[in-house]
């Protein structure tokens, strides 16, 4: 059978910190509204281990993450096949690296040694915590999120868009102890986690959907796998445009996906296997670029701060020809889940589902990249494929082409 073993410690900062996500915000958060936490869930079954780290946080930087993966080598005696680190997309929480420009993520130096300690501690508290499990399967679906890209005379805007269908699969993976109480609980949905846009340090909708679920069934925990949600967001509009979430949308969101979750359970459930297997693989992304370094040296003078930041931070990488798409297929029970270190377009989530039936696909693993877009979508052009590469600090854009090598990484 496969054993689990489970932990979950807070990673609120000691003191306040600048929050990532959004680059309007300055300084440091006002107030810490609810704390923010890692979660651990240690998989084992024979020869074969899987240690999911989760975190209340919007990425694992990939500096953060290769830094780690040293350390639970070094320490703990995990291989770096071992591990995945799985991050919400919380917008509301404190960085972990310095890939991208200041202006999305800062990291707070002691906050990040404090971050590295936490970990440690979680993974060593999950490992000696394994009991044996049985995994069960639920499907349901949570109409809380929309697609965000609408056509306009100025070109692809960010807007509620409702002749798209978003992916709105919601999935729940329960592992119970051989007594038939819930020791653990996963659950996989492709929503934003930026309802909230305060200066304030919190978990957004995804941390207090997994409290929720842990208050609920004693002796359990939960984490959550953000799904390929890089043209999907909370359905929170004013008129045509999105309008921030209050804190209380966040708590009704959350309330509202919890209720479909046990909807989901109460629907009935289907057996999983008791095997298990992980594999990675690399799939090499080279950019599009029309600029040179002098032009780059130029722009360092630029009159915007972002593209001040942006020449300057690829400059520091090196002007890198590309980046290394990273592929984990994790088969639990017969379950299959993919991991990607970037921020997936939807279409590659239905992509799968459409090849292996049930299988689940979460970004935001193990690195940060950007965001993958379809082919399509590059064509059209907006943030996802244009404007974000400034904020992450790429040296390039993706170009027309890329869909059918992600594809190709996703078949294996």
Known sequence: MIELGTSKVCITPLKPVRLSGFAFRDGSYDRVRKDIFVRVMDFSWREVRTVIIYGD????????????RSCLEGKLGLSREQVLFVASHNHSGPGTGNTAIPLLETPNPEYVSFLEMQILEAVKRAGADREQIRLKRSSGRFCGNVYRR?????????KPNYEVEPDRNLTVISSYRTDGTLKGRIIHYPCHANLSKDNELHPDYPGYLLEMSDQDNPGSMAVFFQGCTADIRPNCVLGEEFRPGTSEDVELFASAAYERVKMAVAAGETDLGAEMALGKRQVFLEFERDWNREDLERWQQDDREEIRQWAGKVLEKGIPKGETLEVSEWNLGGQRCYFFNAEMGMYYGQMARELYPGSICSGYTNGMIGYLCTDGQIREGGYEPEGSAVYFGLAGTYPVGIQGRIESGIRG
């Open 150 to 158: 609408v056509r306009s005379e100025e070109g692809i805007c960010m």
């Open 57 to 68: 946080l919007l990425w694992w930087n990939s500096k953060f993450v290769e830094h780690m």
